[in-house]
């Protein structure tokens, strides 16, 4: 029977507000690193006295072994993390799960299509792409977010205004926003033309991947170049509980990341 391995220690080294109920936490390896992740992949972070949750990594720092995870307050667990301060000591399992498959996408556009937290699990893949443009065709990047005090990395996607289209909407408008309003699909138009040359790569809730992705069937990307992180009650991130199985799938082995002509249909179905 295989054992669950205990957490490594790591400290934080600095902390960034993000949202009303979201922080980022830069972390370092005390002393030993976990092996190397790769964009999609996510952590137990372990809250010492109080337990444990998924996260996915939302930066990868070098060769270092730091890593940035950015955690929305649901709970206990994720309360007590984003209390931490710089300093103070968690601890990390993994890396854990499938990762996003940008070997595929190599020489081809790149569509990034986040809702809410959902950007979280993208902003490794627009660090990537952005670092290696030569390996890739254009990049966009679409966001939605409830409002624009929920949107994350909002310095950040400014930046990335530069090297990539970046087109960000919201659901409800707040005095002084003058951008788009309405769900993420609003923004598909202004992403130019879509097809079989395009990888699109979505995350955020589950009702926003389901749309988004009949949207991108609609305008010619096939299933198999659609790539969905999914989230659904991770607990163990081993496979043994099968708190997180849809379908055949175990979500913490088969996932996070699964393309969308195997998941689709899993999606499908109501309350599997």
């Given amino acids: 029977m295989s054992t669950v391995t205990p957490p490594l220690p790591y400290r934080v080294t600095a902390f960034r507000p993000e949202t009303g109920d979201a922080v980022s936490l830069e972390l370092q390896p005390v002393e030993t690193a976990l092996p190397a992740f790769l964009p999609g992949q996510f952590s137990m972070v372990h809250a010492f006295g109080v337990g444990e949750v998924p996260i996915s990594v939302s930066a990868i720092r070098g060769r270092d072994g730091a890593l940035v995870h950015t955690v929305r307050e649901v709970g206990a667990v994720s309360g ?13 399992r993994g890396p854990y799960g499938t990762g ?35 390996r890739y065709g254009d990049l966009r990047v679409l966001v939605g977010a409830r409002t624009a005090g ?6 950040e996607l400014e930046s990335w205004r530069t090297s990539a289209q970046v087109e960000v909407t919201v659901d409800r408008p ?36 389901r749309h988004t ?9 096939p299933a198999r170049r659609i790539q969905v992180s999914l989230e659904r009650n991770m ?10 199985q849809l379908g055949p799938l175990l979500l913490c082995l ?7 002509a195997r998941s689709g249909p899993l999606l499908a179905v109501r309350e599997l």
């Fill in 80 to 92: 007590a993390l984003c209390r931490l301060r710089p300093g103070d000591v968690l601890g990390l």
């Fill in 100 to 134: 996003w498959d940008l070997d595929s996408a190599t020489g081809t556009d790149v569509l990034v299509i986040a809702g809410g937290i959902g950007l979280a699990p993208l902003r490794p893949v627009v660090h990537q792409v952005l670092d290696h443009p030569e």
């Fill in 235 to 244: 607990k163990c991130g081993t496979g043994h509980c099968g708190h997180c």
């Fill in 174 to 209: 707040t005095p002084g926003w003058q951008g788009a309003v309405g769900v993420v699909t609003t923004l598909l138009d202004r992403a130019g033309p879509l097809g079989d040359d395009t990888r699109a790569l979505l995350c955020g809730p589950e009702v926003m991947i």
């Fill in 254 to 260: 088969d996932g996070p990341v699964v393309d969308y």
């Fill in 150 to 155: 929920d949107l994350l990395y909002r310095d």
């Fill in 213 to 221: 992705a009949q949207a991108l069937l609609a305008r010619g990307v």
